[in-house]
C-alpha cells in the first residue's frame, strides 16, 4: 500500500506517476488531451490514491474504494475528449489513454511504481506502433491534425479562418 507522507516514498511514487504521464501523453502532444491532461491525470490519481490510503489506514477495501472512484471520476475528463461531428466521432483514442493513464498513476501510487514506470514506456510506444500500422497497412489516417481543425469540427470560426 501507499507510504506515509512523511517518508520519501510516497516523493518517489508521485515522481514516477508524473513521469508516467508525460510519457503516455507524448503520442498525442499535437492534440487535445496531450502531455499535460496526461501528466496531471497520473499524478491525480496517485494524490487521490496516496492520500486517501493514508487517511484510510490502507486497508485494502478502503484502496479498492479509492481506485473505484478514480476510474469513474476520470471518465468524465476522457468523456470531455470525445467529440461527435454527424458519423465522425474523435477522441475516443484519447479517451482511453486518459482512463489508462489514471490507472498508471494508482498503480504508482497504491501498487508497484517499478511496474508503472516500465509499463508507461510499453503503452505509449505500443500507443504509436499501432497508430502507424493503421496509417501504412489499414490506410486509416486521422482527419483532426489541429486547433484550427479542432474549431471547424466545433463549428467555430475565427475572423482570422475567415480570412483565408
Not at 507510504?3 to 510519457?23: D, H, N, P
Not at 498525442?28 to 488531451?33: E, Q
Not at 489514471?102 to 514506456?121: F, Q, R, T
Request: hydrophobic share 50%.
Amino acid at each position: 500500500m501507499a507510504a506515509e507522507f512523511g517518508s520519501g516514498e510516497v516523493l518517489v511514487r508521485l515522481l514516477v506517476a508524473g513521469g508516467a504521464g508525460i510519457i503516455l501523453g507524448l503520442p498525442y502532444r499535437k492534440r487535445p488531451g496531450g502531455v499535460r491532461t496526461h501528466y496531471l491525470v497520473t499524478l491525480g490519481a496517485a494524490l487521490f490514491c496516496t492520500s486517501g490510503a493514508n487517511l484510510a489506514g490502507a486497508s485494502p477495501v478502503e484502496a479498492l474504494r479509492i481506485i473505484q472512484g478514480v476510474a469513474s471520476g476520470i471518465g468524465f475528463v476522457g468523456a470531455a475528449s470525445v467529440l461527435k461531428k454527424g458519423s465522425a466521432i474523435f477522441g475516443i483514442t484519447t479517451a482511453a489513454s486518459i482512463w489508462i493513464g489514471a490507472a498508471v498513476g494508482c498503480e504508482a501510487a497504491l501498487g508497484d511504481p517499478l511496474l508503472a514506470a516500465c509499463v508507461a514506456p510499453a503503452i505509449a510506444l505500443t500507443s504509436w506502433w499501432v497508430g502507424l500500422l493503421e496509417q501504412r497497412v489499414f490506410h486509416r489516417r486521422r482527419v483532426m491534425h489541429g486547433s484550427r481543425e479542432l474549431r471547424e469540427l466545433l463549428g467555430e470560426k475565427k475572423d482570422e479562418d475567415a480570412e483565408r
